[in-house]
């Protein structure tokens, strides 16, 4: 008896008059505008500022919800119309004279919880979409070599390949992008694939490893 009074209360519900619904409805509208506004006034007064004084340059239009984790020393290219949702990592790996970039192009969209990790390259082309929870690397991490792995040894040149990917293209949630890919302009890489080698422009990629199973027609105007 007990057991079914506790079960009848835990899917128990209190009802919703019909005069009162606007007035829920309202509050609920209004509390999403007080946090848009709390969102918009944190990106103006905080977020921007502090990616245009860390990164080596910052385009128009920046729309960026929070501060990407950034570690290690490397340059940072935004383009025009970037649009960082949620939160990203951004790292740098020392490996070669010079500073890694990572360099993301105008109108191109990252999506919450993506990692970008630079040893030498990564160039993400125009008007992209990148997905949430994709990773981008352009080095191994650590060595592959046993011996030097349980020295502590760090990665040298030979350890990291930029990674290049065209316009236009869409990485889908959960796929993996590894060093010395180049992805052609317009491609899809399908959901948690894992790219290692390079994907034609206009296909569609997926798998582990990514293989192309389809081509697709380039916008008009474009070969």
């Known amino acids: ?11 128990a519900g209190l009802p919703v008059p019909g005069w009162i619904r606007p007035i829920i409805v ?13 969102v918009f006034i944190r990106k103006l007064f905080w977020v921007e500022p502090v990616l245009r004084s860390v990164c080596r340059s910052v385009g128009k239009g920046l729309r960026a919800e929070r ?33 890694p970039s990572i360099e993301i192009g105008d109108g191109t969209f ?23 929870d994709v990773r981008i690397q352009d080095n191994d991490g650590h060595l592959v070599d046993p011996a030097g792995r349980l020295a502590g040894a760090r990665i040298g040149p030979d350890d990291a390949a930029e990674v290049v990917i065209g316009a236009n293209v869409w990485v889908c949630a959960g796929a993996t992008v590894l060093k010395g890919v180049r992805i052609g302009d317009n491609s899809v890489i399908g959901a948690g694939s894992v790219v290692v080698s ?6 569609v990629a997926a798998g582990n490893p990514a ?13």
């Open 198 to 203: 390079d994907v034609p422009a206009n296909s």
């Open 1 to 11: 008896m007990v057991k079914g009074f506790l079960r009848r209360l835990l899917y």
């Open 211 to 223: 293989r192309v199973v389809s081509t697709l027609t380039p916008p008009a105007g474009e070969k």
């Open 67 to 99: 501060l990407p984790y950034i570690r290690g020393q490397g340059n940072i290219v935004l383009g025009d119309r970037v649009n960082l949702s949620g939160r990203s990592c951004f790292y740098f790996m020392s490996c070669q004279p010079g500073r």
């Open 110 to 132: 990252i999506g919450n919880g993506c990692t970008l990790t630079a040893a030498k390259r990564i160039s993400i082309g125009s008007r992209c979409l990148v997905s949430p």
């Open 26 to 38: 309202a509050g609920f509208r209004a509390g999403i505008a007080v946090l848009e506004a709390a």
